[in-house]
């Protein structure tokens, strides 16, 4: 049927994610370990000076071969995380047999279902090498496709070789064979991340490259949020640090200073992602009530009966209302609230109130990180079509917001999406001129790289169990 | 297939369609956008009046009705129900006919049935259904809309195989009879089923429908002219029109099943709703046949009894024989008669809600506006007196107008708007009562016949084709241009677009062969750069249509005549052949369209703010690193939007015009002498350290030079004229240019040969400069 539920069903999702990967470059929310990178830099440069074999499939071959025996070297240590082919890995490990053979799962012509991963060029195609890229340890050659070491992914790979000793050549002699004896596999740990010695050079190269050492813009982008990741830790004390945390404690940030550029940035991306989310959560309030008249209402008759519940205010002190109803609540939980399923409208609609109070007086500064453009929806234009109706009747106006900037810019986006992608991702349809219920879509908050970026501080010794090393301390003293 | 997937298929000229139900945003940004690209230009839909009223008022205009195709009301005593699509080529055509209304829900999310009968070149056995169909689509038009005759007429004039049929409602193809059914005058869509199986022994009867009459007096009346057979009704299992009594009223030997039982109804997944049933099938077994009915009729009275003229609804369906004890299976209902539905399932539908202090809209309708030659021409709607109406309309982009009133001049309602009005795209009609329209569509008559043209060809071809036909380098060819390109970067593996037999396709990347390691790790300087890949193909093109405006030609005199890009470049009416004065695809201007007609000030003013964004996009670009700004690709943007600002470039001591709106020099912004310093300043930055290398200095390097080294002079001369303080910099800048371009073409005799002839072309292409330096030094002699 080609039919599918629609994400970003308002098309609102990918300015927000350019908003966090602009302040996050160099990772993604897949890339699992710092290390590796030293570990994909390592062979990328063997292949470019041993083999250099311009053909595709044989450096995909040899992409293949290394990352799945990799992944035998991981599974060994049940304690070891973020390889890729870990089931295939352990599959093979269960084996009696002493020799592992991983000629077949590395095979191009195997079934994708038996492969050690299913996408041909494997994890590194998919993940790393675009981000290698952007960190700057990867380049474009110039005579083929293939990606090659940069001057500084040379030195992070030489840097690896030193710090794996012997087990590098034993590692590259049995992923070329495609086969490894159990007894072989078991000195090879040494390349594994939780390995990295933190006193190493390739250590030292690791922290560089993650804190952005180089200076290019994007690296001291990355660097501006990293620094500001361990500030935070440290004002936070004893309390152990996460994701959940950075996030709130930077959209709604308790300081009486002046917020610095990267904070502004983060408050202006957790206002844009909540703005969506409350967007996304109207657009399934109005589908689950249309899911009652299976013949369908009226675009009318929907948005009158949704704004029908609102009180016979002014929007200025229907919004000032829910604010002060929820005065002592976060907006962590105001935003939680809403994007339950069972939210009603006043729920729905209580973050919004939260950001406009937020903003007011100061909208203007949203549009550092979003752009006023045709067809841009973000926090920005929102905040301000609120404010340009803010003294009409709060049921006319959150009637017309449901009508204009929930149902009929999912109509549009969807529709464009059914010809682009030939995917019908409508969640409300229409049907003799009435909305009728489709499917309905969860609201999802978007994964901001945080998650990662801890993760690599920690595989770098500057972060422990949520809390901040010495050796991070000495760093952020020494900047 | 896919429904909507068959808008996707070529051979078509004209698309007819009919719906009751219409969705703008799905209709246009699908399934118009699948018929334009597909070769489908002359487009038509006819929906039901109050149908498409209630959608415009309550849910979205339609924003290219009137400009990409024509949108036309129809009203009946009933509904106008039928969906049809009648696609029309110059030897083939297809028509579909079913169930499913033009709305996403009817390509894809309902349980929808369609029949679809094709004609060929060699088998033309069911044409004169088509002409059938075409006549029962023409009785629906109103013969005063000028933009439906238009588009009657030109799918006659381009399908004379259509034109000179004979229709009939019937054929026999392969031993099955099929027969076109609508409403008529003599019979209904009901009567003319019963008819058509005449004798035949009718045993069983299948009737599947969404909507029903509440007593089922439709089904009764069918039921009873097919001798009462055994009946199973299959109905949506969530609401149903009619209830348990009136079930009990058909008496025995009728069941009723669910349709949710059908392998199509099922949901993807749990938060998807079951698939609404849509479909009318009506299936009668006979001893002969299967008599398979399939359409827009509802299993009811309105839906299967209504005749033309009279009450009720316009209704088509296709009504086929299938050999006997068939059907079932083949529409695999079997799953859903295995199973009865208890009566006690049934649920009274919910039409409508109640809600406080909102009243349901009462929509008026506005009539049909068309627009040509500055001139609005109004049908006002049956049934309201037209005199003290006003129109009250909006271009696009601009405010409601306030409303004038039309005066009735050579036998209809007119309103003169003169040049000064963009086209209106839509109105409101303001009745002497006071009461106000639904929104009306304006047909602007030219633009449809317009787009109406037949294309070229598709993707990047077609674009190729509208720079070729655009007269001279401006933003708009600038505009195409970037789009090709983009197309190119979001289509990775059709970059390279190898000359082969079709431009389209393309060779297979080829691998490098074996190498030394030094060669392997070798990085490239510009990750954008790829000379070699553009010169073989559609930006190469563009590359050479821009040659051929300005008169760079020589360089490709041994080219080959037949080039599929002439063909694609040849205006309408040439006859296929190369013109016979052009001698060559290469000469300037040879098949260019006639010069546009300048448009406002107002216009001018959207199209100097573009080239002012594309300057700045194209300045922070240059400042990025490892950026070549004479790659392939790069130089032929650079000239693009040089050229662009050239084109627009008002000379020094005139007042700027609609033609050339971008001053030299202005307090409130910048002029051209800026807009182009600021563009080649960037380019002194991003070609510093530039060093020669062989393959650096091809023709498209020089030909970007060349333009390069005009403009820089061209900007100069008019600097120390007009704004005489940024003369000394432009003058570092000229410098710098002048004294890359000598070292980069140093011991290169041919490359200095190419880079002057270039040159001077460019001093012949844009001579009103010269000749307005001259001018004003005359001038200033004579001061």
């Known amino acids: 049927m080609g039919s599918e539920r629609g994400l970003d069903p308002l098309a609102m999702l990918n300015i927000v994610e350019s908003r966090y990967q602009s302040l996050l470059p160099g990772f993604s929310s897949v890339t699992t370990r710092l290390r590796l990178y030293s570990f994909h830099a390592w062979w990328v440069t063997y292949y470019m000076d041993a083999v250099h074999d311009p053909a595709p499939e044989a450096f995909n071959l040899f992409a293949r071969r290394v990352e799945a025996l990799y992944a035998l070297t991981s599974a060994q240590d049940a304690r070891e995380t973020g390889v890729a082919g870990r089931i295939f890995a352990n599959k093979k490990l269960a084996s009696d047999n002493d020799v592992l053979d991983f000629r077949s799962e590395t095979d191009a012509g195997t079934d994708r279902d038996k492969r050690y991963l299913q996408p041909l060029g494997g994890a590194f195609t998919e993940i790393y090498k675009t981000q290698m890229t952007e960190s700057g340890l990867l380049g474009t050659a110039e005579n083929h496709k293939l990606p090659v070491a940069t001057p500084a992914g040379r030195a992070l790979a030489e840097a690896f070789g030193t710090s794996i000793e012997h087990a590098g050549e034993a590692f590259l002699k049995a992923a070329e064979a495609g086969s490894v004896t159990r007894n072989s596999i078991a000195k090879m740990e040494i390349m594994l991340p939780s390995h990295l010695d933190q006193e190493s050079a390739e250590a030292d190269l690791l922290r560089a490259l993650l804190m952005g050492e180089d200076g290019s813009p994007r690296s001291m982008a990355r660097r501006a949020s990293l620094l500001l990741i361990l500030r935070t830790a440290c004002d936070a004390g004893k309390a152990p640090v996460s994701e959940n945390l950075l996030r709130w404690s930077w959209a709604e940030p308790n300081v009486d200073r002046e917020l610095n550029e990267t904070e502004r940035a983060w408050q202006h991306y957790q206002s844009g992602d909540t703005t969506r989310m409350v967007y996304e959560a109207l657009l399934r309030h109005a589908t689950i009530e249309l899911e009652d008249y299976p013949v369908g209402l009226s675009m009318t008759e929907l948005c009158s009966l949704l704004a029908s519940r609102l009180p016979d205010l002014s929007l200025a002190d229907y919004l000032n209302k829910i604010d002060a109803d929820h005065s002592d609540w976060t907006l962590e939980d105001l935003q939680a609230d809403a994007v339950a399923v069972e939210a009603v409208i006043g729920d729905i609609l209580a973050p919004l109130s939260r950001l406009r109070q937020m903003w007011q007086g100061r909208v203007e500064a949203l549009a550092e990180s979003y752009p006023d453009r045709p067809g841009y929806q973000t926090c920005y234009s929102e905040l301000r079509w609120l404010e340009d109706r803010i003294d009409r009747p709060a049921r006319t106006v959150i009637a017309e917001l449901i009508r204009e900037r929930v149902l009929r810019r999912h109509l549009d986006v969807a529709a464009r999406k059914f010809y682009i992608s030939q995917n019908y991702t409508f969640l409300v349809e229409i049907e003799d001129a009435r909305l009728r219920a489709r499917a309905t879509a969860g609201v999802e908050m978007t994964g901001p790289r945080l998650g990662t970026a801890l993760k690599f501080l920690d595989d770098v010794d500057f972060f422990r169990e949520g809390k901040i090393t010495e050796k991070a301390k000495a760093y952020l003293e020494a900047v | ?783």
């Open chain 2, 1 to 783: 297939m896919r429904y909507d997937k068959t808008f996707r298929e070529s051979g078509y000229h004209t698309a007819l369609l009919t719906t009751f139900s219409f969705d703008p945003s799905v209709f246009e940004n699908v399934l118009l956008v699948a018929l334009r690209n597909h070769g489908s230009r002359n487009i038509a839909v006819l929906a039901d009046r109050d149908m498409l009223n209630n959608t415009f008022g309550e849910v979205k205009l339609a924003g290219r009705a009137g400009s990409a195709y024509h949108l036309a009301k129809r009203k009946v005593s009933g509904a106008f129900h039928p969906k049809i699509v009648l696609q029309l080529g110059d030897r083939e055509g297809r028509l579909m006919i079913g169930s499913a209304n033009l709305t996403g829900a009817g390509l894809i999310g309902n349980l929808e049935a369609v029949s679809t009968l094709t004609v060929t070149a060699e088998d033309q056995r069911a044409a004169p259904l088509f002409a059938a169909a075409l006549e029962y689509f023409v009785s629906h038009t109103d013969p005063k809309d000028p933009a439906m005759s238009r588009v009657i007429a030109r799918a006659r004039r381009q399908s004379p195989w259509i034109a000179s049929l004979s229709p009939k409602r019937e054929v026999e193809i392969d031993g099955s009879r099929i027969a076109l059914l609508f409403e008529r005058e003599d019979a209904s869509v009901g009567d003319a089923m019963t008819a058509f199986i005449g004798e035949d022994r009718i045993s069983r009867l299948i009737a599947v429908s969404p909507f029903w009459d509440a007593d089922l007096r439709g089904l009764s009346r069918l039921r009873e002219a097919m001798g009462r057979p055994e009946t199973s009704i299959i109905v949506d299992p969530r609401e149903q029109d009619f209830d348990a009594t009136a079930l009990s009223t058909l008496g025995n030997g009728v069941t009723l099943h669910s349709a949710a039982l059908h392998a199509g109804a099922t949901p993807r997944d749990a938060n998807t709703v079951p698939r609404p049933l849509h479909a009318k099938i009506i299936i009668a077994c006979g001893e002969a046949a299967d008599y398979v009915l399939s359409g827009s009729a509802n299993v009811s009275s309105a839906g299967l009894f209504s005749r033309a003229g009279g009450a009720g609804n316009a209704e088509a369906g296709l009504l086929r024989t299938e050999p006997p004890g068939t059907a079932i299976e083949r529409l695999l209902l079997d799953p859903c008669l295995a199973v009865e539905m208890p009566a006690d399932d049934l649920r009274p539908r919910r039409r409508q809600i109640a809600i406080a202090g909102e009243d349901a809209p009462q929509l008026t309708d506005g009539g049909a506006l068309f627009f040509e030659r500055g001139e609005l021409t109004w049908i006002p709607p049956t049934g309201r007196p037209p005199q003290g109406s006003q129109i009250i309309f909006q271009a696009k982009g601009a405010a409601l107008d306030a409303g004038r009133e039309p005066s009735f001049i050579s036998g209809a309602w007119r309103v003169v708007l003169g040049s000064e009005i963009d086209t209106p795209r839509h109105a409101f009609i303001r009745f002497a009562d006071g009461a106000v329209s639904a929104p009306v569509p304006v047909s602007a008559l030219g633009r449809l016949d317009y787009n109406a043209r037949t294309p070229p060809g598709a993707g990047p071809k077609h674009i190729l084709s509208q720079i070729g036909d655009l007269y001279e380098v401006d933003l708009e060819m600038l505009n195409l241009f970037l789009k090709l390109q983009k197309m190119r970067q979001d289509n990775p593996g059709r970059k390279r677009e190898g000359r082969t037999s079709d431009q389209d396709m393309e060779d297979e990347p080829k691998t490098p062969g074996p190498m030394s390691a030094e060669d392997f790790g070798l990085l490239v300087e510009d990750a954008g750069s790829d000379g070699a890949e553009f010169r073989q193909g559609a930006l190469a093109d563009v590359r050479r249509i821009i040659n051929a405006k300005i008169g760079i030609i020589s360089s490709f005199e041994d080219e080959a005549d037949d080039d599929p890009l002439s063909d694609l470049i040849k205006p309408e009416g040439s006859g296929g052949k190369p013109p016979p004065s052009g001698g060559g695809r290469h000469r300037q201007q040879a098949w260019s369209s006639a010069p546009q007609e300048p448009g406002t000030m107002e216009q001018a003013a959207k199209r100097v703010k573009s080239l002012y964004e594309h300057v700045d996009r194209s300045c922070e670009a240059l400042m990025k690193p490892k950026i070549d700004p004479l790659s392939a690709v790069n130089a032929l943007g650079l000239r693009l939007l040089v050229m662009s600002i050239l084109r627009n470039a008002c000379l020094i001591g005139d007042d700027p015009s609609p033609e050339h709106p971008i001053p030299a020099a202005s307090r409130q912004g910048e002029g051209w002498i800026r807009l182009i310093g600021r563009l080649l300043d960037r380019l002194h930055f991003a070609t510093k350290g530039y060093k020669k290398r062989e393959e650096q200095m091809d023709e498209e390097r020089l030909e970007a030079l060349a333009l390069l080294l005009f403009a820089a002079g061209t900007i100069l001369e008019a600097a120390r004229e007009a704004t005489p303080k940024v003369a000394a910099r432009l003058q570092a800048i000229n410098a710098h240019l002048a004294k890359t371009t000598s070292s980069l073409i140093a011991d290169d005799s041919i490359a200095a040969a190419y880079l002057e002839r270039v040159i001077a072309q460019h001093d012949k292409a844009y001579a009103r400069f010269s000749q307005a330096c001259s001018r004003n030094e005359q001038n200033a002699q004579q001061t």
